[in-house]
């Protein structure tokens, strides 16, 4: 027999099912609550609040464990790439051959974009931020394929758009990049990798040689895996929330573009890098600043430690930890914010104060370093996320569409104006 919860309210019980999902999580449904009892739910930030029933991402932050599709993120951390992980996320298996050289395929020979989408940024201004750039480029492939507007739940046309967003995104990112700095916009090779072609795109210019170094490659490959889905977070219930009305998958991954762009969503790496450039410029010592952040009349944070999600560690963090060192010495270069970041993390480990509050090292304290280290200019930080989330994206926004469920999404509220006002005419106000 099924468990339920009671709910007594005016003198009335009325009981709701619990729902339990496959790694013990439980949930109470409340799908009838305000058809029976007249109630709704107050849920500030939806903390306490399920959207979905999902089978892509499980993450328990209390135990540090983050899962797409089952598989630990350590295990395709190790063994797989972006866009074998991408498929995974998107589809709900880990491909075989044929469906991967399928897959990489097309997402290979649809980098490029339509000659007329380079036009539309010289209507930006000339130093626009990349993240608004790319949403609104992201957003117009809408204009240049039309179909996907009237053939959102077409299967075939689902699949063309998943592999043109996928492969375009690192070019129209590029693009964003090389027009603020005045550089013309490169094609992609299809005979480079996924990631060797962006990082060729963004570094390469017709007036030299350019050999993509097969460790930055690499290292973009990991980070991008790292950030590929993250369950319920803000961009991806935008995604969610814009493709419930039926919206095509381009106008909802540009509406997560833009949520991503949040500085307390996406642009945590970014912030990262601007307090160790604090701390650097006030000459490097970091007991002052971890002293300022322990007080609570400083409004100072220490940037990079604890997640809203994770309360113990985040397991992303580990695996780019050693990644961030190894890029670091391999470009030969002494990175003093990297000496910075080691003595705060090594403070915070041993602290008290961050260890009662379990503010441990999150993703965003290494990710930010490793961009920096690749050439990768601050303001792109978040674009790197954006193309990191994309199959994440498009996997909900699938999933969605196909849920047995499915409803277009419609919050309630608690209504706290003004009761009843009769209208006033102007002369009498």
């Known amino acids: ?19 339990e999902g496959t790694c013990g999580e439980k949930a109470l449904d409340i799908s009838n609550l305000r058809s029976e009892t007249g109630l709704i ?8 609040t399920g959207s979905c029933k999902s089978e892509i ?14 598989i630990p993120i350590e295990q395709l951390a190790e063994h797989s790439n972006f866009l074998e992980t991408a498929y995974l996320l998107i589809y709900g298996h880990l491909p075989k051959k044929e469906e991967l050289d399928y897959f990489n395929h097309h997402v290979t020979h649809h980098s490029m974009v339509h000659e007329s989408i380079k036009n539309l940024y010289d209507g930006f201004p000339k130093n626009p931020h990349p993240m608004a750039v790319c949403s609104a480029i992201v957003g117009s492939l809408a204009t240049f394929y039309q179909e996907s507007q009237t053939q ?21 990112a590029a693009y964003s990049y090389k027009k603020s700095i005045g550089q013309p916009l490169p094609y992609p090779k299809n005979s480079l990798s996924y990631t060797e072609n962006f990082l060729y795109m963004m570094f390469s210019n017709p007036c030299e040689e350019y050999e993509v170094d097969p460790l930055a490659a690499k290292a973009l490959d990991i980070l991008l895996m790292l950030h590929a889905d993250h369950e319920q977070n803000c961009s991806t219930s935008t995604v969610r929330l814009v493709g419930s009305s039926l919206c095509n998958l381009y106008a909802s991954v540009s509406a997560g ?12 790496n970014q912030a990262v890098i601007e307090m160790l450039q604090t701390i650097q410029a006030d000459g490097g010592g970091v007991d002052k600043f971890v002293n300022r952040a322990k007080d609570p009349d400083d409004s100072f944070r220490l940037m990079g430690f604890g997640h809203r999600v994770y309360k113990n560690f985040d397991p992303r963090s580990r695996i780019i930890k050693d990644l961030a060192h190894r890029i670091v010495e391999r470009s030969g270069v002494h990175e003093p914010l990297l000496d910075i970041a080691l ?17 441990y090292p999150n993703v965003d304290f290494y990710s930010g370093l490793i961009y920096k280290a690749l050439g990768i200019p601050v303001n792109m930080f978040t674009v790197m996320f954006a193309m990191g989330r994309l199959p994440g994206w498009i996997a909900q926004w699938k999933e969605l569409q196909e849920d047995a469920d499915f409803k277009i999404g ?11 006002t009769d209208y006033l005419p102007l002369d009498k106000r």
């Open 257 to 268: 573009i833009y949520a991503l762009w949040g500085p307390l969503h996406g642009g945590a």
């Open 343 to 359: 003595q705060l993390e090594e403070i915070a480990l041993k602290d008290e104060f961050f260890i009662e509050r379990k503010l």
């Open 1 to 19: 027999m099924s468990q339920t919860v009671q709910i007594i309210y005016d003198g009335k019980t009325f009981e709701f099912p619990l729902v």
């Open 152 to 172: 959102v739940r077409d299967e075939r046309q689902l699949e063309i758009s998943i592999h043109r967003l996928i492969a375009k995104l690192p070019t129209i």
């Open 57 to 70: 991402t499980f993450l328990n932050g209390e135990k540090g464990i983050l899962l797409y599709r089952g």
């Open 410 to 420: 419609r919050p309630r509220q608690v209504y706290m104006g003004n009761p009843h």
């Open 41 to 48: 739910t107050f849920d500030p930030g939806f903390m306490s």
